[in-house]
């Protein structure tokens, strides 16, 4: 029976679904991306070879896989160049398997400068943007003023879409002397894209419909975290798309018969980048840490992930509302130096215990958490292939964690490479 899967983030993102995507390509005949930009980074290892991908879908380094990317992406074009150029340089070819949603819009140089010029206005109430462009991006997008990958092949279009931008992007445009915000020279940078492009651009929700026709089997690859979805996160600290499992219906334009099984991706504590509510975060000595031993830097920006622990009561919210079936549980062997570990089961919210992320999600801010207390197990995970090499307090948090999110765990990392992996 045909398993088509898709593998989303159940916290704030960076949870390591690049390397659980790179596990489960190889048993997939298709892999598609269907939201997010380059503000999300998936990093795979493959002996001593590291990839780094923001927007080609992870399977790519997988001999005879076809990629496609959704039309729920935002692209930056010049971005996605430099990744093939990477691609290039590690001997993978994408000729024939690569492809592009006309309706993909295209992260212009002038979001970025939008992008930062806002951060900048907020001051001490920044959320914490990547800096990327996505967020006006996404707002050309519903405003219907975007600028997608189909644009390309109609100069006369384009043209006359981007002298649009000069009217409602004024503000920001008028005056500039930053390279960013000439249009003419985006306008003939963009020009140079046409040759690149046109073998690249395919009807994704179409290939995608007539592949699962075929029997072909697809695996469904999300960027970020639920907790970081535009509708569903921590808003307004949340990105500006939908990264739950709805995104990837709106984002490949296909039908919700064709994802099969939900595979939520959790690290087995908590990180958070930039901004906004963090009821678990250990501001001390322990999470100084984990941060040390999970290498907790972004893969995108450099910068350094909050650490926090396991928080169950996010991940109910996460599995219940994604419909998560099973979880792979990454960056287990991280736990190994401690001698105990804290899991939080509740908040205490002005003075109520809340077992459910909160409907205000303002109040957020103000939850405590409520922790259970297990053993560590201070022995090494590192590299272990089978569930029973694990120790026994390691096998029973993990058991813990299962029972109360009433799931089953697919999937074990017990470090950064391919093979460092339990299969359950």
Not at 242 to 265: K, Q, R, S, W, Y
Not at 367 to 390: C, H, I, M, N, Q
Request: glycine share 10%.
């Amino acid at each position: 029976m045909k398993n088509n899967m898709i593998v989303l983030g159940c916290q704030w993102g960076d949870e390591g679904k690049g390397k659980i995507v790179d596990l489960l390509a190889a048993k997939s005949d298709i892999i598609a991306r269907f939201q997010g930009g380059a503000n999300a980074g998936h990093t795979i290892v493959v002996g001593d070879v590291k990839y780094v991908l923001h927007l080609i879908p992870s399977g790519i380094i997988h001999p005879g896989k076809s990629c496609y990317i959704g039309n729920g992406v935002v692209l930056d074009p010049w971005g996605f160049l430099e990744e093939l150029d990477f691609l290039k340089s590690k001997g993978i070819d994408y000729a024939g398997r690569l492809w592009i949603s006309p309706a993909t819009n295209m992260v212009m140089p002038y979001h970025k400068l939008i992008d930062a010029v806002q951060e900048k206005n907020r001051g001490t109430k920044s959320i914490g943007t990547t800096m990327r462009g996505i967020g006006p991006t996404y707002i050309d997008k519903v405003a219907r003023n975007g600028i997608r990958v189909i644009d390309l092949f109609n100069p006369d279009r384009l043209k006359k879409r981007l002298e649009f931008q000069k009217t409602i992007k004024a503000q920001y445009l008028t005056g500039s002397e930053d390279e960013r915000a000439d249009l003419e020279l985006t306008f003939n940078k963009l020009m140079d894209l046409v040759d690149i492009f046109k073998p690249l651009v395919a009807d994704v929700s179409l290939a995608l419909y007539n592949a699962n026709k075929e029997g072909k089997t697809i695996l469904f690859e999300g960027a970020q975290g639920t907790l970081l979805d535009v509708d569903l996160g921590t808003y307004p600290f949340a990105t500006s798309s939908n990264t739950t499992v709805g995104g990837a219906l709106t984002g490949l334009g296909v039908g919700p018969h064709m994802i099969n099984e939900v595979v939520g991706v959790i690290k087995a504590y908590t990180t958070r980048v930039g901004a906004g509510p963090f009821p678990t975060e250990l501001v001390d000595d322990i999470g100084e840490k984990i941060r040390h031993q999970g290498d907790e830097y972004g893969a995108t920006t450099g910068r350094p992930r909050r650490c926090g622990w396991l928080d169950l009561v996010a991940l109910r919210h996460a599995i219940r509302i994604n419909g998560v079936d099973t979880i792979a549980v990454t960056k287990l062997d991280v736990l190994d130096c401690l001698d105990e570990i804290k899991v939080c089961t509740s908040y205490i919210i002005n003075g109520i215990t809340m077992n459910e992320v909160p409907l205000d999600l303002s109040e957020f801010a103000h939850a405590k958490p409520v922790y259970k207390t297990l053993p560590g197990w201070e022995v090494s995970s590192t590299g272990k292939t089978a569930f029973d090499e694990l120790g026994e307090n390691a096998r029973n948090y993990l058991k813990y964690v299962a029972d109360d999110l009433d799931v089953k765990i697919r999937i074990i990392s017990t470090g950064p490479r391919r093979e460092d992996t339990i299969m359950m």
